[in-house]
């Protein structure tokens, strides 16, 4: 029953990430949360076990989304490489911070965060366009930002990365796929982050490297690839306006469950 549980969230944040570029974890956070309650696992560490795991998973998410969206000429690759450092960089900070915080305060941390990213997206407020036109260390900077805020949330990127690009310029669809790709370094240097401060924590979890779980990632990501592709497609067809309420829409209601749940 556990694994079936992960192969259909694996199929789910697969879709996701492939049609919002969100990486997936905003849904595979809450599902992992209610499974590890399943599994009894301690309130203390169960939090950041469902980051760890989240962000380990989105390795495979991220590769599957952003081939595909490559494919379809969606990724702006000179953007990614001036974002990248920073990226790698804010996950380090990221991670480091909330393996400190307390199980109830990064709960509700992540819960605050995707309900201010679905208002942001409904009233499309934002900045004057200046993506175009900015500094490679203005990229860099708002690398950092968007990696040490995915490490600390688990959530890939995507609910930062999107409304960012899109707020710069750039079409709802070349946004998805240029976050797709941003999601890899964050998800891979941010696995590596967890499963080493949870060393350092003392996590004692079995099939577990820190705050990695290893069930569930390796379910999870058998699953998401394949149908990262069928989100990617979809994401090409759908209007700007449809996938920006979509996003809201999918912000507003995993922001409510993480409140509900706590």
């Not at 990430?17 to 599902?31: S, Y």
Request: aromatic content about 12%; proline content about 4%.
């Amino acid at each position: 029953m556990e694994w079936a549980l992960y192969l259909l969230l694996g199929s789910v944040a697969g879709t996701l990430a492939g049609l919002f570029g969100v990486g997936g974890g905003v849904i595979i956070v809450p599902i992992l949360l209610f499974v590890f309650g399943l599994l009894e696992f301690a309130d203390s560490s169960a939090v950041h076990l469902a980051v760890g795991t989240s962000l380990a998973s989105i390795v495979f998410t991220s590769l599957g989304s952003m081939r595909a969206h490559h494919l379809l000429g969606h990724v702006r690759w000179p953007v990614w490489r001036r974002m990248a450092p920073g990226l790698v960089a804010g996950v380090a900070a990221g991670s480091w911070l909330a393996s400190r915080l307390p199980a109830d305060t990064l709960r509700a941390a992540i819960a605050l965060f995707l309900l201010f990213i679905a208002f942001q997206m409904l009233s499309r407020w934002q900045p004057p366009a200046v993506f175009a036109r900015s500094s490679r260390r203005m990229q860099l900077g708002a690398g950092a930002f968007i990696g040490w805020a995915s490490a600390f949330f688990g959530i890939g990127g995507g609910s930062l990365a999107v409304p960012f690009l899109n707020a710069c310029g750039q079409s709802m669809k070349v946004a998805v796929g240029t976050s797709a790709a941003c999601g890899l370094p964050i998800a891979l240097f941010g696995a590596c982050s967890y499963a080493y401060w949870g060393g350092v924590s003392g996590v004692d979890v079995a099939w577990a490297t820190g705050y990695v779980y290893w069930p569930a990632l390796v379910g999870i990501g058998l699953a998401s690839v394949p149908f990262s592709k069928i989100g990617a497609q979809l994401a090409s067809r759908l209007s700007d306006q449809i996938l920006r309420r979509c996003f809201a829409a999918l912000m507003f209601l995993v922001s409510f469950y993480m409140f509900s749940a706590g």
